[in-house]
């Protein structure tokens, strides 16, 4: 049956969006395409598909995307950079709960010590709860005092998280970059671009970043 038409004719055209078609009195549907997309999320813009207040979100940068996407996790309206998107909710779990090491750019104001640093790898304690870094490294020093960068590794994504960690230790983030996703990394991309993930781009994301597999290394016996 097609549009609740008995068809004959197995060379009927239809169109896939608007016609309804039937067999055995059973709804046929097209499987839905997979979209696996890569965003780096510029400042200032929202980690969602709308918003009540008319401000700028993630939906804005994907108008010509005709199928349903929605976000996979969040970044904070200061935060910018790597964001996954799609339409596969096994996947978007997947991603979740597997807890994906996820990495970061911070500045801070001012200059932190190896002693304060290693707290972040320890666990610092919260309103939250404990919260810990799985890696912690001081970037492009400087002889400017009043900043500094750091890369760090989080396995989890809750609210706020890098904000309240350092303020445990005394600064502030004035700036928040995620630069990669397991080891699916933002490339080149220049804020509010994308990219759809190819097969090996799927790999990276379940993929443990280079600076875990160092630090999981077993050592050698010594003699």
Known sequence: MVNNKRIKDPATKIHPEMDQVKLEEKLIKLSEKKWYIAFNKPKKVITSMSDPKNRI?????FKKQKERIFPVGRLDWHSEGLILLTNDGDFAMKVIHQKIPKTY???INGQATTAQLSK???????EVGRLKALYVRPLRKTKIKQYSW???LLAEGRNRQLHRMFEK???Q?????RTAIGRLKLKSL??????????????????LPSEIQKTNKPKKPSR
Do not use: N, Q, W
């Not at 972040?120 to 919260?126: A, C, I």
């Not at 220049?190 to 993929?207: C, H, R, T, W």
């Open 57 to 61: 979100c993630i939906a804005d940068y």
């Open 105 to 107: 750019l911070v500045k």
């Open 120 to 126: 972040l790898k320890k666990g610092v304690h919260t």
């Open 150 to 152: 750091i890369k760090i």
């Open 169 to 171: 230790i005394g600064f």
């Open 173 to 177: 983030i004035k700036v928040l970059r």
């Open 190 to 207: 220049k804020a509010g671009e994308y990219f759809y993930l190819s097969p090996s781009d799927m790999k990276k994301v379940f993929s």
